[in-house]
T-cell receptor, first 115, second 113 residues
Framework: DAGITQSPRHKVTETGTPVTLRCHQT?????MYWYRQDPGHGLRLIHY???????DKGEVSDGYSVSRSKTEDFLLTLESATSSQTSVYFC??????????????FGPGTRLTVL | AQSVAQPEDQVNVAEGNPLTVKCTYS??????LFWYVQYPNRGLQFLLK??????LVKGSYGFEAEFNKSQTSFHLKKPSALVSDSALYFC???????????FGAGTRLTVKP
C-alpha cells in the first residue's frame, strides 16, 4: 500500500467521545487526504493537506478536524463522535512531478464504529 | 462541482469474455480521470489515469480505458476477463486546477468461471 500506514485499523467507540485516526507515510509526498467510504456513496473527501500546517476542507468536513505537523503524519480527529460517523476511513497521498503526478495512493483503511 | 456516475451497481461476465465498466463524468474545465480497484478489506489500488494525450489509456493487469470528451465518458475495459478481476471498481474525476477528487459509487464486477 505504497508506504502508507493507518492506525488504528479497527476502533469501536461510544457516541460523544473524541477519536483520532493517524495516517503515516514514508514516501515524502506533499499532499495527504482523508476520505470516508460508505455504501452507495463511494469515497468522499473529508479534508486534505497540501503541506505542513496547510489544510483545506473537502466535501464532507463537518464534525471533523485535521492536523499536519510533519510531512509524514496527517491526523483526523472526530471531536465528539456520532453514529453517522461510523464508516471506513482511508488516507491517501499524492505528489507533483514525474509519472506519478496527480495519482492518489491509498492506505489500508480504518474501520470505525460509533455506538 | 465535479461529479461521477457509474450507472451499474453490478456487472457480471463469464471468464474469457470482454468486460466493460461504465463511467460518465461532469467537470468544469479539463478533466483528470482515474480508475481504482478495491479488493475485500483492502484499500484502493490505482489502475490507470487519463490526464492528457492519447484517448486510449492502458493500465495495470491488462485493463484499458477510453476517454470520450463528447460523451463525457471514461469506460473501463478488458478484452478477456479473469475470475481474479472480481472486485469493486471506482471511477474518479477531478478538475485539472482542483485538488477535490470525486468518486463514483462503485461497480461490483463478478467474473464467473
Amino acid at each position: 500500500d505504497a508506504g502508507i500506514t493507518q492506525s488504528p485499523r479497527h476502533k469501536v467507540t461510544e457516541t460523544g467521545t473524541p477519536v483520532t485516526l493517524r495516517c503515516h507515510q514514508t514516501e515524502n509526498h506533499r499532499y495527504m487526504y482523508w476520505y470516508r467510504q460508505d455504501p452507495g456513496h463511494g469515497l468522499r473527501l473529508i479534508h486534505y493537506s497540501y503541506g505542513v500546517k496547510d489544510t483545506d476542507k473537502g466535501e464532507v468536513s463537518d464534525g471533523y478536524s485535521v492536523s499536519r505537523s510533519k510531512t509524514e503524519d496527517f491526523l483526523l480527529t472526530l471531536e465528539s463522535a456520532t453514529s453517522s460517523q461510523t464508516s471506513v476511513y482511508f488516507c491517501a497521498i499524492s505528489n507533483v512531478g514525474g509519472t506519478s503526478t496527480d495519482t492518489q495512493y491509498f492506505g489500508p483503511g480504518t474501520r470505525l464504529t460509533v455506538l | 462541482a465535479q461529479s461521477v456516475a457509474q450507472p451499474e451497481d453490478q456487472v457480471n461476465v463469464a471468464e474469457g469474455n470482454p468486460l466493460t465498466v461504465k463511467c460518465t463524468y461532469s467537470v468544469s474545465g479539463n478533466p483528470y480521470l482515474f480508475w481504482y480497484v478495491q479488493y475485500p478489506n483492502r484499500g484502493l489500488q490505482f489502475l490507470l489515469k487519463y490526464i492528457t494525450g492519447d484517448n486510449l489509456v492502458k493500465g495495470s493487469y491488462g485493463f484499458e480505458a477510453e476517454f470520450n470528451k463528447s460523451q463525457t465518458s471514461f469506460h473501463l475495459k478488458k478484452p478477456s476477463a479473469l475470475v481474479s478481476d472480481s472486485a469493486l471498481y471506482f471511477c474518479a474525476v477531478r478538475a485539472a486546477q482542483d485538488n477535490d477528487m470525486r468518486f463514483g459509487a462503485g461497480t461490483r464486477l463478478t467474473v464467473k468461471p
